[in-house]
């Protein structure tokens, strides 16, 4: 046995301090992350299309349409890390989580369901393929945004 103040072993006040101490970092941090989600539908659309975040957060991607999709870094407009980005969502529950610790945009688009034009930017991937409107016409790429605030 070391030296005891009142009853308490020495190791064990230590102990308690460095918990106390570890409390008080994780508390002055703040935010301690949470994961949020954006999903692939029934159709060639990420859902939500734009979501905000804070740093620290994750984002969970998952592919519950019947196809493959992909979510790819749009690096041309991508500030908030993951640069080059490609990552394939397999069909009926295909997921890829990325962790964002620093503010800025993440931009992204599926390449299966746009396409780049000669500035790199995606664009409708044609007649029959990308975002289907209400009327049932096609033309917008699959894409989407994530911003993630400090
Ligand atoms: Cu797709």
Known sequence: MGPKIGRLPLGLVVLIGALGTMAAIWAAQGHAGSTRQVRVPDS???TPFA???KAGDEVRW???D?????????????TAG????????????GHVSLHFDHPGTFVYYCRFHAKLDG???????GPDGGI????GKFGTPMSGVITVLP
Do not use: C
């Not at 019947?66 to 991508?78: F, G, Q, R």
């Open 44 to 46: 060639d659309r990420f």
């Open 62 to 64: 998952t592919n519950t």
């Open 82 to 93: 993951h640069n080059g980005t490609n990552t394939l969502l397999k069909a009926n529950g």
């Open 51 to 53: 979501l905000t975040i």
């Open 66 to 78: 019947e196809d493959d999709h992909t979510v790819v870094s749009d690096d041309a407009l991508n």
């Open 119 to 125: 500035f790199k930017q995606p664009i409708a991937p």
């Open 132 to 135: 289907q409107d209400a009327s």
